[in-house]
């Protein structure tokens, strides 16, 4: 997800927050965020083991409200927002008319609102396509990211931390639920959110008041072990815990169910935007290809791009999206999409790189547990 610095991008507001505290700053998805405080392979052990702090305010949200906001919000997204109650949320996507996959969001119910969760390279984006349906009727749509900045408390110690920090009681959340409660004297939405595999929570904070909650964590999470920890380990918790990213292993170019992403597609809800892609795939009976993991034999790291072949034969019939030597695992592993008929957990196959070719294993996602 990193890239150099070469140009200008939008810095995070914590930007002087988190520069005393050793971090290092990349471009990651189209903002310069921090990437390190320190040595990543730490933060991701410590966020396995402990609990961590991240700084995700380059995510970008909108508010949709109106009369007929689940009439419209609904036929645009692949899950049933009518199913959504206040405190409730849920995985979603928005797809093409021939169901490709145009961006990754999570929606929370407001009660008479709802809350849209960009990825950042993807704001705006979504916000040019849901915008033009506030002319078709009594539907509204605004743009709320200044509003709604994310941090995120990831790790097993992560509960404890909130509880330390939460003005009322947390309880006990299922994923995407969401309390509103007061951290660091500001209003903020506590949202149950894994990005790593562990149990973790969001802190969506106004923009003005994110340092103060920011250091509120800190402080009053010392306790409990937290540690802010940047992007780098973030990509490699990640992988672990088979998450994909969108623009790196999900894009236009896949359909919504090759993804695996099971959750974010509800198939009792009427038509949207892609419907007729994804039901002629569930009819059907399978995809064309899946999202898969694979354990790799040897040191050397796949790159996305590298082919995915059946040994037996030497078609290729699939590619790499993420490669990672695993600290937790001890061993490579790697996501890629692989073909029907060769994504059964178990099944032999083979990485071809630019230099090498190795074994690998198709693995059961998500790889930790």
């Avoid at 405080?37 to 970008?60: K, N, Q, T, Y």
């Avoid at 904070?205 to 973030?234: C, N, Y």
Wanted: charged share 20%; hydrophobic share 40%.
């Amino acid at each position: 997800m990193q890239e150099p610095l070469e140009k200008s991008y939008p810095r995070t507001v914590l930007y002087t927050s988190q520069k005393p505290l050793g971090a290092e700053f990349a471009a990651v998805l189209g903002w310069e965020m921090a990437a390190r405080f320190g040595d990543a392979l730490e933060e991701h052990r410590h966020v396995r083991e402990s609990v961590g702090l991240i700084d995700l305010s380059s995510h970008g949200s909108i508010l949709v409200g109106g009369k007929e906001s689940v009439q419209f919000l609904n036929g645009l997204v692949t899950n049933d927002v009518k199913t959504l109650g206040a405190g409730g949320g849920m995985r979603a996507a928005f797809l093409t008319g021939h169901g490709k996959v145009k961006a990754l969001c999570r929606i929370l119910g407001l009660g008479d609102q709802y809350l849209v969760i960009n990825d950042p390279h993807t704001h705006k984006k979504v916000f040019d396509y849901v915008f033009p349906f506030t002319y078709a009727g009594d539907f509204k749509a605004e743009d709320a990211s200044d509003r709604y900045r994310i941090l995120s408390v990831q790790g097993p110690n992560s509960l404890s931390v909130m509880k330390e920090v939460c003005f009322e009681p947390v309880p006990d959340l299922s994923e995407h639920g969401w309390i509103q409660t007061i951290v660091g004297g500001q209003q903020v939405l506590i949202v149950r959110a894994s990005h790593t595999g562990e149990i973790g929570y969001d802190v969506l904070a106004p923009e003005q008041g994110l340092s103060d909650v920011w250091d509120f964590l800190l402080m009053k999470g010392e306790f409990h072990g937290i540690r802010p920890f940047g992007f780098a380990a973030l990509d490699t918790l990640r992988i672990e815990a088979g998450i994909p990213v969108y623009g790196v292993d999900v894009d236009e170019s896949n359909m919504m169910l090759e993804t695996g992403l099971a959750d974010a597609v509800s198939y009792q809800k009427g038509c949207y935007t892609g419907q007729e892609a994804v039901a002629m795939a569930t009819y059907r009976g399978h995809v064309s290809k899946r999202l898969s993991g694979l354990i790799i034999s040897g040191d050397q790291v796949p790159v996305h791009g590298d082919k995915i072949a059946w040994p037996e034969t030497g078609k290729e019939i699939g590619y790499i999206t993420s490669g990672l030597s695993s600290i937790t695992l001890g061993k490579t592993i790697a996501l890629g999409y692989v073909k029907h008929g060769f994504f059964e957990p178990g099944t032999t196959l083979e990485v071809r790189s630019a230099n090498a070719a190795a074994t690998a294993i198709v693995a059961t996602l998500p790889f930790q547990r």
